[in-house]
């Protein structure tokens, strides 16, 4: 191997090495960025809404459950049991 050679080589190894070790710092730069960084202000409220909405379609997919229960029930010519009275006095206005 000629000198020429021996420093296309060391610097090739060294270009390498500096784009490698600089991509490794910008990282770690960026990582502890995002960990300093404070929470956004209106995070917890945004937090809360998709809850809140997520709770909804939870109550509404049961409610749909339900009404197909109902629906399978009479399409199988099952009557729905009759609700009970309650028998109240009368009462003078």
Do not use: C, Y
């Amino acid at each position: 191997m000629d000198s020429r050679t021996f420093l296309i080589a060391i610097l090739g190894l060294f270009t390498a090495a500096s784009f490698i070790v600089w991509t490794v710092a910008r990282a770690v730069v960026r990582v502890r960025q995002l960990r300093t960084a404070p929470p956004q202000p209106d995070l917890e409220v945004r937090l809360e809404r998709i809850e809140s909405a997520v709770e909804a379609i939870a109550i509404e997919i049961e409610r749909n459950g339900e009404r197909q229960r109902f629906t399978a029930r009479l399409a199988k010519g099952e009557v729905a049991p009759e609700p009970a009275r309650i028998e109240r006095p009368v009462t003078p206005h």
